[in-house]
C-alpha cells in the first residue's frame, strides 16, 4: 500500500488528560534511533501500521521494545505506580488473596500469578503478608509464578524476590526462562505467556498491566468505522504521523460494537484474549483473577498517552523511549468475559482500599511510628492511593471469579438449621465494604 496515498487522512485529537506526574526529570536521553528506523523501514515496505502494531513494536520488541531494555518504574523512570508508593496497597492486596482463597474452601494448593510485575514490589508485600498469616495458609503449598516480557524487568524482581539466587534456563525455548526461591523458601518461575503457567488453583493479580497492552484505534466516518494507523510524515520522513485508511480493515470490521455511539473508540483485542484465557483457568480449576488499572467503563474515547519523566510525551515522538498506554476499557473485559465467571466492579481504587481497611492499617502503622519523616510520607502515600483528585478515583479494581463463589448456599433438606448450619458466603473484599459483628 502506498504511504503517501492522499486518501489517508491525517488525524489529530483534543487536548490530552493528566496522568500521575510527581517530578519531572529532565530529558537528557538520545532518541534511540533504531526503533524508529525499524518502524519507517517496515511501513516503507508494507504500508502504515495499525496502532496495535506500533505498540506492541515499541513496548515489547524483543530487541530495541522500550519494557525488554528499561527500568522505567519510580521517582528516576518514567512513571510511578501504587505498589511503589505504599507497602500497604501490596498488604492490601494480599489479604485480598487469603480471602478469596478462604472463600474457595481453602484448596491444598494456592498458585500466586501476577502479570507484568514491574519490579517485584507487589508480590514482594503480598508473599510479607501471607508469612504473617501463615497460620491461616497452614499446610497450602503456595507457589509464585510472573509472566513477564522484559528480561531487565526479570532480573530485578529475581534480585528483590530470590536475593540473587535465582537460575536462567538454559535454552530460550523454556516455558520457565527463570527460576529459584523466594527469601521464605517458595518456589518462583518465570513464564513469556500466561499460557505457560501450570494449571491449578490460582489466583491472578494484574497492576497496570493492561494498560500496556496493544489497542486498536478506529475511528467514525461518513463512510462508516476505519481503522487509525501509523505512518511516515510525507513531509518529515523522520516523523511519524496518524492517518485513516480509506476502506474497512479486518480489525474495524469485527472488533467495533454494531451500537458504539462514540465517534472514536480503542479496543484492546489481545486484553480480551487474556481475560477469555483467564476466565478459562478460573472455570476449569477455580481460583480468582484481580485486575486493577486506570480505565473507565465504555466511556472514554482517546487516551492513548506517552510518559517520559514523568511528563507527557506525544506518543509517536522518538519511539522506544517512552511509556506507552491506554485507559483499560473495563466494559470490554466484562463481555469479553462472558456469563461463565462472576465479575466484580469496576469500583474506584478508593472504594476498594477503603474496603479493604486501610484507614485502619494506616493507624496501626502510625501508632508504631515515632520518626516524623516516616510519619508524613505514611500519610502522604495514603493520600496519594486515595484521594479522588489524585490515584483515588482514577484507578479502578475489577474482578473475575468462579461462579460458584457468588452463588446462595443451597439448602439441605431435612436438615435442622440448629443441627447443621449451613455456611455463610464470605463476602468478596474489597468491593464490598466489610462489617466485623
Ligand atoms: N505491575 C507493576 C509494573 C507495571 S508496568 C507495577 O504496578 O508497578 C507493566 C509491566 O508489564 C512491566 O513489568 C512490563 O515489562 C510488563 N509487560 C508489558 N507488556 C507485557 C506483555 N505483553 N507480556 C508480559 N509482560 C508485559
Redesign the pocket.
Known sequence: MNTRQHNWRRLRWGPPQTRLSCSSSPDLEKPPHSMLRHLTSKIKSTGPISVAEYM?EV??NPVTGY??RNN??GPDGD??????ISQIFGELLGVWIISEWMGAGRPKQLQLV??????G??ASDILRVFSQLQSVLGEASVSLHL????P???QL?AQNLTGNTSQEADSEDEPVYRRGKTTAGLPVCWY???DDVPTGFSVF?????F????IHKFQRTEKGWREVMVDIDPEKPDHLRFVVTPSPTLASSTLVQADERRDHVEVCA?GGVIIQQLVRRITEDGGAALI?DYGHDGTKTDTFRAFKGHQLHDVLASPGTA?LTADVDFSYLRRMAGGGVACMGPVTQRTFLKNMGIDTRLQVLLRNCTDPNTRKQLISSYDMLTNRAKMGERFLFFSVLHQSRLAKPKKQDGLSLEKKKIPAQLPVAGFTELSFS
Open positions: 506492541r513496548l515489547t519494557y525488554v522505567m518504574l512513571f510511578i505506580t501504587s505498589p511503589e501476577e502479570l507484568g510485575p514491574g519490579k514490589s507487589l509472566v513477564e516480557v522484559s531487565t524487568l526479570s524482581q513469556r505467556r500466561l493479580v494484574a497492576h497496570e498491566f494498560d500496556a497492552l496493544p489481545e486493577a511509556d
